[in-house]
């Protein structure tokens, strides 16, 4: 009797999503807060040189928002201290479990307009399985 060896390929499927994101614009602070109806100041604080004299942060200041709904968190670093850096970099942290929905990034985006976005992290989740 051979023996049939049974060829099974197991796929294990993942979810790729944009997860943190950060982008640069030359809005005024007070006009981009006022389109963000769904977020609310969270804190907002100075940043301190780690070793000053010898290095100094890009921006003076930060306020971090959060949206009590999706525990998305916007950090918007304002004040640059250095001439050629943009007057706001924004980084967009979404929450783990429910990640960032369209609708809240296209709202977000268009509160800060023009931009430029600088950096994209993707989270790649794979199911978890026991064996």
Known sequence: MAEEKSNKI????CIVRADRQVFTSEIELAAALQALLDFRTERDHA???AE???FWTAYARVRRLIN???KTKLFINYRPR???LASIRVAIVPDDIAGLRRPEFEMILRAFEPYR????ELAIDFP???R
């Open 52 to 54: 000053a004299p010898l």
């Open 47 to 49: 940043l301190r040189n």
């Open 68 to 70: 009590d709904q999706t």
């Open 10 to 13: 197991v796929t294990d499927e």
């Open 82 to 84: 250095f001439r050629r």
């Open 128 to 130: 978890w399985k026991r």
């Open 117 to 120: 976005r600088v950096h994209v």
